[in-house]
């Protein structure tokens, strides 16, 4: 098994802030370019256990 690996060691660097504004205020004051990743809502299905038996279930 080898090392993998890559020549551009910026490309493999994440940092993660609080808020946006101290990520933009970060990346402006030392000249780096930067993306913002908004996180995605997730909707949540919640069911119980039971819901896994009933006559109303959609079989498919």
């Known amino acids: 098994m080898g090392w993998t690996g890559s020549r551009d060691m910026n490309a493999e660097v ?9 990520a ?3 990346c402006k004051n030392n000249n ?3 993306t ?4 995605k809502h997730r909707r ?4 119980t256990y039971a819901d896994n ?3 109303t279930r959609v079989r498919g």
């Open 24 to 26: 933009i205020a970060f």
């Open 14 to 22: 994440t940092i993660d802030f609080d808020d946006k504004e101290s």
């Open 36 to 39: 913002v990743v908004e996180p």
């Open 53 to 55: 038996f009933s006559y």
């Open 32 to 34: 780096i370019e930067y």
């Open 44 to 47: 949540l299905h919640l069911k």
